[in-house]
Nanobody
Framework: EVQLQASGGGLVQAGGSLKLSCAGSGFTFDDYAIGWFRQAPGKAREQVSC????????RDADSVKGRFRMSYDDAKITTDLQMDSLQPEDTAVYYC?????????????WGQGTQVTVSS
């Protein structure tokens, strides 16, 4: 059974940092890409950062390039999202999810979200 557990959200002032973590079980990075997504109130869910071992790459949304950095631990099946220079527009519920092989795969397994709030 696939399980994903995200943690690390909270309240931070603009310009501050947070690190989100996602612990997974029931899968491996050999078969699944893993990504971070976020959904702000009234907006569609968007992909923030995604790693695919099959593609051999990590890709970041333009809005977070240079500020967010995704890392992963193959053996522990965990991923972290280091978020620096946070801005109020980064306020959202953040989710981790996995998808078969590539970040573009349609079907996803979702973890529960963690709230990130950035105050101005």
């Amino acid at each position: 059974e696939v399980q994903l557990q995200a943690s690390g959200g909270g309240l931070v002032q603009a310009g501050g940092s947070l690190k989100l973590s996602c612990a997974g079980s029931g899968f491996t990075f050999d078969d699944y890409a893993i990504g971070w997504f976020r959904q702000a109130p009234g907006k569609a869910r968007e992909q923030v950062s995604c790693f695919s071992k099959s593609a051999g790459s990590t890709r970041d949304a333009d809005s977070v390039k240079g500020r967010f950095r995704m890392s992963y631990d193959d053996a522990k099946i965990t991923t972290d999202l280091q978020m620096d220079s946070l801005q109020p527009e980064d306020t959202a519920v953040y989710y981790c999810a996995i998808m078969k092989y590539y970040c573009s795969a349609y079907h996803k397994y979702w973890g529960q979200g963690t709230q990130v709030t950035v105050s101005s």
